[in-house]
Structures are given as C-alpha cells and as structure tokens.
C-alpha cells in the first residue's frame, strides 16, 4: 500500500508549492470528484473546479456544501473564460492529451488565465526514469511483485 501512503502527501505537497491563502481564487483544471478541490476549498476566497459535468455531479454530491466552489464543465480548450486566478492547478492531467501540441495549447491558455504575480502548478506528469528508479529499489521490486499478483494476464 505504498501508493496509498504517499498519496495522503499530495495535498500538503501541492498546499506547500501554492502558498494558498484566503484571498486567493484558484482553478482547477481536470479536478475530477474533487479529490484536491475540495481540501483546498477550505484555504482559499474561491476554487473553480474545471471538468466533465458527470465528474463535477459526483462532486456536489461527495460534498454539497461548497459554497466557494464553482462548477465549470467542459474542457480547458472548448470553454471561454473571462477571469484572472491567482493559483492554477493542472495535477494529473498533461499525459490525457493527444499529443504536444495539445499539451502546449493548454499550458499558453491555461498561462492567460494567471494574474500577473500568479502561480500554476503542473503536477504528476508520469515520467518513466522516476519509474525505473522507483522499480530498481527494494521497496519498488516488493510493490511491483504484490501488484502483478492482481492482473491476470500480465503485459510487462
């Protein structure tokens, strides 16, 4: 369970890298149930979770007393949006797109939406050397040999 252990440091990781405050309106884009957006709701003036609409349900319903979360569906490239954020959040979302092209369309308009002084945080881009390193040591060899247990026609 050692993803399960770590993942309980993402939230004080990314509250660490943000400096959010009270007066800050955040965006969060690819913000799925809420897994982030929700913790951080409470640090900050406004969080606008980004998302598909059925993503964005379960969130109202994991947690219907948002009062400074506001419910955007679409798509980061679809949608218009007229508002400046102190903070934006991009956290497991760059390696869903097509290619780079689409990746780097992404960063410059999600980079229009920053005030000036404004901080955007690209968060948990797989990267295969972390995972080669991670799998080289004692504690990666023992999570990949209980996880390969589970599958049943293992690819690697």
Do not use: W
């Not at 980079?111 to 995972?131: M, Q």
């Amino acid at each position: 369970m050692i993803q399960k252990k770590n993942e309980r440091l993402i939230v004080p990781e990314l509250l660490n890298k943000l400096k959010l405050g009270p007066d800050d309106t955040v965006l969060d884009i690819g913000s799925g149930t809420g897994n982030l957006t929700i913790p951080i709701s409470f640090l900050v003036g406004k969080i606008t979770a980004l998302d598909h609409g059925k993503c964005l349900e379960s969130m109202r319903k994991r947690f219907p007393k948002s009062e400074n979360i506001i419910f955007l569906p679409g798509n980061i490239l679809d949608i218009n949006i007229n508002t400046l954020f102190s903070k934006i959040l991009l956290y497991s979302v760059l390696h869903y797109l097509s290619d780079s092209a689409q990746v780097l369309r992404v960063i410059k308009k999600t980079a229009r939406l920053l005030e000036s002084d404004g901080i955007l945080l690209l968060g948990d881009i797989p990267n295969i050397n972390k995972l080669d390193r991670f799998l080289s040591t004692n504690e990666g060899k023992d999570y990949y040999a209980k996880f390969i247990k589970n599958i049943p026609n293992p690819i690697l």
